[in-house]
């Protein structure tokens, strides 16, 4: 079965850069998609088809996806931006979360 | 104004059977396919099943392959997933949502909590 695989967690000082990776095989041949889940809420889409950002998400997320890893990346960093952060694709034509990466901003 | 209110949720025993509601409004199921995802205490997402926009297809992950049944009543507006034999690790928060032409989960419900414990 299709894998993908992201570090538990990451922490970053408010106003810098963060990048969360996400690795799979040849993912870089599929679409990445990344959503954002704050606890008590449900997840939000934050980047589709490796780079394109929705109506109402911050210039500030961006995402990248060649070879075997995506990676989201957060530039001038905020505190509201503490969450889980899943990386997600389709495999087979089913989805397939990555197991999730806990964003502490310091 | 698009919205997904899920139902059903609440304590059962292991081997039991549970039925959660998807209900949606501001569209219609036959545009759309439709998933339910989970997130266990302490885990991340999983995702579940898909049920096609026309209904005639399903797919479900391995985990629950068997067990679950996704289905949806176009009249009712409402997306179901059936739930037999559940076992402890069943429990979580369940949502479902909605995938978009972009193949995006673009709309998400508020999840129900299912638990299962004796």
């Known amino acids: 079965s299709y894998d993908l695989t992201q570090p538990p967690s990451v922490s970053v000082s408010p106003g810098q850069t963060v990048s969360i990776t996400c690795s799979g095989d040849?993912?870089?041949?599929?679409?990445a998609f990344w959503y954002q889940h704050r606890p008590g809420q449900s997840p939000a889409l934050v980047i589709y088809?490796?780079?394109k950002r929705p109506s109402g998400i911050p210039e500030r997320f961006s995402g990248s996806n060649s070879g075997n890893t995506a990676t989201l990346t957060i530039s001038g960093t905020q505190a509201m931006d503490e969450a889980d952060y899943y990386c997600?694709?389709?495999?087979?034509?089913?989805?397939?979360f990555g197991g999730g990466t806990k964003l502490t901003v310091l | 104004q698009v919205q997904l209110v899920e139902s059903g949720g609440g304590v059962v025993q292991p081997g039991k059977s549970l039925r959660l509601s998807c209900a949606v409004s501001?569209?219609?199921?036959?545009?759309?396919?439709m998933h339910w995802v989970r997130q266990a205490p302490g885990k991340g997402l999983e995702w579940l099943a898909l049920?096609?926009?026309?209904?005639?297809?399903?797919y479900y992950a391995d985990s629950v392959k068997a067990r679950f049944i996704i289905s949806r009543d176009i009249s009712k507006n409402t997306v179901y997933l059936q739930m037999n034999s559940l076992r402890p690790e069943d429990t979580a928060v369940f949502y479902c949502?909605?995938?978009?032409?972009?193949?995006?989960?673009?709309?998400w419900g508020q999840g129900t909590l299912v638990t299962v414990s004796s």
């Open positions: 049920i096609s926009y026309d209904g005639g297809n399903q």
């Open positions: 040849n993912l870089g041949e599929k679409y």
């Open positions: 501001g569209f219609s199921l036959t545009n759309y396919p």
């Open positions: 997600q694709t389709w495999d087979r034509g089913t989805a397939l």
């Open positions: 949502a909605r995938e978009d032409q972009l193949e995006r989960f673009d709309s």
């Open positions: 088809q490796d780079n």
